[in-house]
């Protein structure tokens, strides 16, 4: 089991930046792909970005441009980098190895 812990979101304006922060202890899972997911008011969680082991990225269409996701293994750390915030990214979002997942912190941008 892979324990996960989501920091860094806050409430932030249109425009603005936050970068989010996944701790995690043990070696990732699922071939060591990491992702990040959000879940926004009466919505389900949806996939935001995933980087592989090997170093791929992929990201919901919607972020594509505006969040970049990264890791820095020797620290046993994720990112999400996320600029230019709409409101529409508001939500908690949740730090995910295989079938581990952290208990989220959320982000709220205003308009």
Same mark, same amino acid.
């Given at each position: 089991q892979v324990l996960l812990e989501e920091s860094g979101g806050g409430l932030v304006q #249109?425009? !603005?930046?936050l970068r989010l922060t996944c701790a995690y202890s043990g070696p990732p899972v699922s071939g060591g792909n990491m992702a990040?997911?959000?879940? #926004?008011? !009466?919505?389900?969680r949806e996939y935001v970005a995933r980087?592989?082991?090997?170093?791929?990225?992929y990201y919901l269409e919607s972020v594509r441009g505006r969040f970049t996701i990264s890791r820095d293994s020797t620290k046993n750390l994720l990112y999400l980098e996320m600029t230019n915030l709409i409101p529409e990214d508001t939500g908690v979002y949740y730090c995910n190895s295989g079938y581990d997942w952290g208990h989220g912190t959320q982000v709220t941008v205003s308009s």
């Open positions: #249109a425009g !603005g930046s990040w997911y959000r879940e #926004a008011p !009466g919505k389900g980087l592989t082991w090997s170093g791929n990225t």
